[in-house]
């Protein structure tokens, strides 16, 4: 099943991105060169990041995950 590009919501997927880099970079610097440590710590802010910008109702009207449920209905934002 081939990925249709145009229904990407690129936005969503560069503020990902934008935030992905900023975890991996405090990461780092909290981790003092300790590149496993600094993996670790990235992972957690990440994740602490991403569910903060898509389940926190901030009211910001950002773009979020949307899903499918099993009866074929969107979820989400």
Same mark, same amino acid.
């Given at each position: 099943?081939?990925?249709? $590009?145009?229904?990407?919501?690129?936005?969503? +997927?560069? $503020?990902?991105?934008?935030?992905?880099?900023?975890?991996?970079?405090?990461?780092?610097?909290?981790?003092?060169?300790?590149?496993? +440590?600094?993996?670790?710590?990235?992972?957690? $802010?990440?994740?602490?990041?991403? +569910?903060?910008?898509? %389940? %926190?109702?901030?009211?910001?009207?950002?773009?979020?995950?949307?899903?499918?449920? $099993?009866?074929?209905?969107?979820?989400?934002?």
């Amino acid at each position: 099943m081939p990925i249709d $590009l145009s229904t990407v919501n690129w936005v969503f +997927v560069g $503020l990902m991105a934008a935030l992905a880099f900023v975890a991996a970079l405090f990461g780092s610097l909290i981790a003092f060169r300790n590149r496993f +440590v600094g993996a670790i710590i990235a992972g957690i $802010l990440f994740a602490i990041g991403f +569910v903060a910008w898509n %389940y %926190y109702p901030h009211g910001f009207g950002l773009p979020i995950v949307k899903t499918i449920g $099993l009866d074929g209905t969107a979820n989400g934002g």
